[in-house]
């Protein structure tokens, strides 16, 4: 599922997210549970928010499923059973800035290299389109 990129930079971050239906007193859902994919556009590297890889993820996966559910809930206005971290899908030249980015702020990721950095934090959930 390619998703519309709002903030036009080439990337977003794509979850697997199961939503639970709670419907009013009286009426029943079946299913009350189902799983869709939810994205969000990608900061561009150096902005406000770009760091959300290394504030979420960790080897590829939710650092904190709790805190990945209420964002997921946020974003949808619904409840949340579960999420999981599909991809980083980005364009060749968003992956390039952000690794330039990376570069420009080693210390803070505490890593020797960018390769580093982006196997600590995306593991091997990067797809280059």
């Known amino acids: ?6 903030a036009g930079t080439g990337a977003r971050y ?3 997210v199961t939503v639970r ?4 007193p009286g009426y029943r859902a079946d299913p009350d549970t189902f799983e869709t994919v939810l994205s969000r556009a990608a900061d561009p590297p150096g902005e406000d928010g770009w760091l959300f890889f290394r504030d ?7 650092g904190d499923a709790a805190h990945g559910r209420r964002l997921a809930e946020d974003a949808l206005e619904v409840p949340v059973e579960s999420v999981t ?3 980083l899908r ?3 030249a968003y ?3 952000l690794k330039a980015a990376i570069a420009e702020e080693l210390d803070a990721f505490n890593a020797e290299n960018v390769s580093e950095v982006l196997k600590k934090y ?3 959930s990067i797809h280059v389109t």
């Open 21 to 24: 239906l709670d419907p009013l």
């Open 14 to 16: 794509v979850f697997r």
């Open 85 to 87: 971290f599909s991809e």
């Open 56 to 62: 979420t993820l960790w080897r590829g996966e939710l």
């Open 122 to 124: 995306l593991g091997s």
């Open 90 to 92: 980005t364009s060749e």
């Open 95 to 97: 992956l390039d800035d």
């Open 1 to 6: 599922m390619v998703a519309h990129d709002p």
